[in-house]
């Protein structure tokens, strides 16, 4: 039986996704709180980058441009 603090694998591979595109918004300027605050607020626009099979960089870079 699951653990109710367990997250599915789906969720785990997004937040680990969210992690890379943080290093690589911070990459392009931003600091970790202005990346963080971000990927936060427009966390269903990356969630969408995230199942299209975006790459971290590329979602970095759509949301730097």
Do not use: R, Y
Not at 6 to 33: H, K, M, N, R, Y
Not at 39 to 49: A, G, M, P, R, V
């Amino acid at each position: 039986m699951a653990k109710k603090n367990e997250l599915d694998p789906e969720t785990e591979a997004l937040i680990a996704w969210c992690t890379e595109v943080e290093g690589f918004l911070v990459a392009g300027g931003a600091t970790v709180a202005q990346a963080q605050d971000h990927i936060e607020e427009q966390i269903e626009w990356f969630t969408d980058l995230f199942f299209d099979g975006l790459s971290p960089e590329e979602a970095a870079k759509e949301a730097l441009a």
